[in-house]
């Protein structure tokens, strides 16, 4: 059996380890002097404010100040969180700002050594992929195909298409007689 201390002490470290974010989109069940009030923080922070202003109009002091103290414990817990996420993100922009310029100093060194090395003459720039060194392209002769043999053409390259040679014209129809020609009808 376990004893109560330690499921305690556990459940005191769950309380000190929320996120900020798991508060402002949390649902939670507040019960309030009319009953349950269910909703993420500003809500039920809307709910209340809409009770405090109900009651105001009835003349119930009492009950306009309980539901405004029940709003206010809600308010400060959402800005709380709040506070805590912007905490959170100048931190993570900070330390993405850090990140940037040693990254800037790292290339800034690099490029550095590579015009040391390089004799002073201008290095190509190894992210541009324009500069980079080229593959030679071998032109196949007027009757080699171009294409490689792959095993699944059973080692038989095959041949690119050419277009159709033009057909010579028969003798007889080469040589036409000039009165043959059809010319308009003029008007």
């Known amino acids: 059996m376990r004893s109560s201390k330690s499921r305690s002490r556990s459940k005191s470290n769950r309380n000190n380890n929320r996120s900020a974010g798991n508060i402002i989109n949390r649902v939670f069940d507040s019960s309030g002097p009319e009953g349950k009030v269910r909703g993420t923080p500003q809500q039920i922070i809307d709910k209340y404010?809409?009770?405090?202003?109900?009651?105001?109009?009835?003349?119930?002091?009492?009950?306009?100040?309980?539901?405004?103290?029940?709003?206010?414990?809600?308010?400060?817990?959402?800005?709380?969180?709040?506070?805590?996420?912007?905490?959170?993100?100048?931190?993570?922009?900070?330390?993405?700002?850090?990140?940037?310029?040693?990254?800037?100093?790292?290339?800034?060194?690099?490029?550095?050594?590579?015009?040391?090395?390089?004799?002073?003459?201008?290095?190509?720039?190894?992210?541009?992929?324009?500069?980079?060194?080229?593959?030679?392209?071998?032109?196949?002769e007027a009757g080699e195909s171009s294409l490689v043999e792959t095993p699944e053409d059973g080692g038989k390259p095959k041949r690119s298409r050419r277009s159709p040679k033009p057909r010579s014209k028969k003798p007889d129809e080469s040589v036409a007689a000039p009165e043959e020609t059809e010319q308009p009808a003029a008007e």
């Open 49 to 140: 404010n809409q009770l405090a202003r109900d009651s105001q109009l009835s003349n119930d002091r009492v009950a306009t100040e309980n539901f405004q103290q029940h709003a206010e414990h809600y308010l400060r817990l959402l800005s709380e969180a709040q506070k805590e996420m912007e905490a959170r993100r100048e931190q993570q922009e900070k330390e993405n700002r850090e990140r940037q310029a040693e990254r800037d100093r790292e290339r800034a060194q690099r490029q550095e050594r590579e015009a040391a090395a390089g004799g002073g003459g201008e290095q190509p720039n190894l992210d541009d992929p324009a500069s980079q060194a080229q593959p030679e392209v071998i032109e196949a």
